[in-house]
Structure formats: C-alpha cells, structure tokens
C-alpha cells in the first residue's frame, strides 16, 4: 500500500492509496493555503520532502511508502493538518482495518494514536499528544512487524 500525496498551491487535495481516481481538485479556500503550508512544513520537520506546487500552481504528488515507519510516524504527527481524503480515493476494508490495528498496536507502544476516521488510513495522534519522530518511528517499526502490510488491490 501507498499514499500519494497530492499538494496544491492552496489544498493538499487528498491522501490516498494507489491513485484512484484522478478527477482534477476544485479550486481550494484559503484557509485551505494556511493548513497545506502548515502540512507541508510539518512534513518536511519529520524528514519527508514535500515539494512545492508546480508551474501554474498544479499540484504536487509525493508517493509515500506506508512500509517506511518513518513515512509514517510523519503521516501520524502531520495528520492535523491534512484535510480529509476525497470519497473515490477512499481506502478499500483491508486497508482501513490494517489502519485500526495499527493505532491498536501504536496505543500498545505507548503512542496516544487515534483510530483513523472512516474512510481514511491516516492513524493520527490524539489531540495535544507530541512524540520525537525517534519515537514514532521506532513504535511503527514494531507495529508494522506485527500488522502486515495489505497485498496491493487490497481487499
């Protein structure tokens, strides 16, 4: 499984496994500008290179590797900050409940992690709760042993 990461000039316009759909963003608010250089400046302190937006303000895309418990512990620490993910780039079942076994297994590593929302696998942290990037990763390198990845189609 993958998360392409779609940054806008003004919106992360989603999160998703394996590029599904790919209608074009609507145009984005600007609070939406706020949050995406909040996300992208977020990603960046966790050690993920976010590009900037292309020529003509198109989106960027980053394609992340959910087996990278650093990709991950990035994902999770960054998550307040990602809008959610559009319906048709909704994760498939075996893909969201690997995601809630996962924010088990983080809970069971002593990480306040939050079950992620419905149609998303985005495991995020509970509000307020800080953890080093050492100690997201290392908690994901542990859960990711024990929470297999699901088979790319996924279901």
Do not use: W
Request: proline share 8%; net charge negative.
């Amino acid at each position: 499984m993958r998360y392409a990461m779609i940054l806008g000039a003004a919106g992360v316009v989603g999160l998703a496994g394996c590029g599904r759909g790919s209608d074009a963003p609507s145009a984005p608010s600007s609070v939406d500008a706020q949050k995406v250089a909040q996300y992208r400046q977020c990603m960046r302190s966790a050690g993920v290179d976010v590009p900037d937006p292309g020529p003509g303000n198109e989106p960027a895309v980053v394609a992340l590797s959910t087996s990278d418990p650093g990709n991950l512990a990035a994902l999770s620490a960054c998550a307040r900050f990602a809008p959610p993910v559009d319906a048709q780039d909704a994760p498939s079942d075996a893909e969201q409940e690997r995601a809630l076994k996962l924010a088990e297994c983080l809970r069971g590593q002593g990480i306040d992690a939050k079950d992620p929302d419905a149609g998303s696998t985005i495991v995020s942290l509970a509000d307020g709760a800080t953890y080093s990037h050492e100690k997201l990763t290392t908690a994901y390198s542990v859960c990711n042993q024990q929470v297999p990845a699901v088979p790319d189609g996924g279901e």
